[in-house]
């Protein structure tokens, strides 16, 4: 199975595979067990490494130090970090290209460079519990004060609450009857953690509750301008749902994994992987895989060709969408090739079967997807996407 890649991208590919394989993936069962922690000298050892190599800077602009990566070489980066389950890649904080065109120059000094160094980690609180999967229906409110504002609101899945130093918190400022976003330093007097649910995937990043009380910000908190409204958390999105490049990366695992076991194992006296039962479940992931990553790398592609942002943004619900459902079905055949033993949290295909559940629903569910993805067809028509 093939892609036609550039050498450059094959590189990248090549450094972060080797990364997952050598510094990652031998901590899995540990953090499996150990309810996703690994000891500290491992993970300041992945994050330094993680660092070292680039990978915190690659969509970062040359100007301010980084390597400004191909959204084709920062697929292909993910892709090969997404073989790992425990979320261990997520050692290391990402700032995104649309941060340097959202903030201004003291928030980039303040907060997206100290990222890109591994001093400082970002967390988003956009969720809340009444508007759910309706974004632009948030209640929080931003209400301008003097200099300041006062900010309330209840937020909720606040993924790495718990490790970050800061949130990017999303609200409505009822004086322009629009959106805006918000940095919000951890210790700001007001911010209280509510709960700290347990969820089916093992994670050293915990998705915290969080009630917002006439939390007082300076004007200088906010990000961008009046007007700007959503659009830098639909940037966010944006790049988080081609990301789902992680999700191709999981299910290339599984298949090797399952194909390995399915090779081992003597059942009636032979391998397997000779029962065709067996090969018609092999058969249909590689195939559903090989769509996803053509699909994956197109779009990566048609961002870095500048391509119109509202077609690319239905290209990335369409990936998101197939690519996270894509996942879900092999780990579920993965599981059954390895039968009990599939069933075991030591299995690589039973993590990744209660994590990749996640992604068809956190960053946009399947359904809104799906709903993203026919307004544009009615709205632009087939070639117009
Ligand atoms: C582990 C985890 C981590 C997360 N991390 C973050 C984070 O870091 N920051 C953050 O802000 N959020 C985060 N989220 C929130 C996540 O993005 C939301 O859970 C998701 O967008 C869905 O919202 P909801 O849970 O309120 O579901 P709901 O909106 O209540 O949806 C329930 C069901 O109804 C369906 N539905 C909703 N609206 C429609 C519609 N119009 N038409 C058809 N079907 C519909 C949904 O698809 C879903 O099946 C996280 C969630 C999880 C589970």
Request: overall charge positive.
């Given at each position: 199975m093939k892609i036609e890649l550039s050498d450059n991208v094959l590189t990248w590919q090549a450094k972060a595979r080797d990364y997952a394989d050598e510094y990652l993936q031998p901590h899995e069962v540990e953090a499996e067990l150990n309810a996703g922690e690994l000891p500290a000298e491992i993970t300041k050892r992945n994050k330094d490494r993680a660092i070292q190599l680039g990978f915190s800077a690659i969509d970062v602009p040359e100007k301010y130090g980084g390597l400004q990566l191909s959204m084709e070489e920062q697929v292909a980066i993910w892709e090969q970090l997404?073989?790992?389950?425990?979320?261990?890649?997520?050692c290391f904080s990402e700032p995104q290209s649309w941060m340097f065109d959202a903030c201004s120059e003291k928030q980039i000094e303040r907060y997206i460079l100290p990222m890109m160094r591994g001093d400082l980690k970002d967390c988003y609180a956009i969720t809340e519990s009444g508007p759910g999967s309706d974004v632009a229906g948030l209640e929080a409110t931003a209400v301008k004060d003097g200099d300041d504002y006062i900010l309330n609101g209840e937020k909720w899945y606040v993924t790495s609450g718990n490790l970050a130093d800061f949130f990017w918190f999303q609200a409505r400022v009822p004086d322009e009857g629009d959106d805006a976003l918000f940095f919000v330093d951890k210790g700001t007097d007001g911010i209280e953690i509510t709960a700290t649910p347990t969820f089916s995937h093992t994670y050293a990043a915990h998705h915290p509750t969080y009630d917002f009380k006439n939390v007082r910000v300076a004007a200088a908190q906010r990000v961008g301008a009046p007007g700007d409204g959503l659009s830098y958390t639909h940037s966010w999105f944006r790049h988080e749902r081609l990301i789902g490049a992680r999700s191709c990366g999981a299910a290339a695992r599984l298949i090797e994994e399952a194909m390995a076991f399915a090779k081992e194992r003597i059942v009636d006296g032979a391998p397997l992987s000779e029962k065709q039962a067996i090969q018609f479940m092999l058969a249909d992931s590689v195939t559903e895989l090989w769509a996803s990553q053509l699909m994956t790398y197109e779009a990566a592609r048609a961002i870095d060709r500048g391509e119109d942002v509202k077609a690319l943004h239905s290209r990335c619900s369409m990936v998101k969408l197939y690519v996270s459902e894509m996942a879900n079905r092999v780990a579920d055949r993965a599981v059954q090739i390895f039968g009990g033993r599939g069933y075991m949290r030591e299995n690589v295909a039973e993590r990744f079967f209660r994590e990749l559940r996640v992604d068809r629903i956190w960053e946009g569910t399947s359904e809104i997807q799906r709903l993203i993805i026919a307004r544009s067809l009615i709205k632009r028509g087939l070639t117009g996407m």
């Open positions: 997404g073989r790992v389950t425990n979320a261990l890649s997520w």
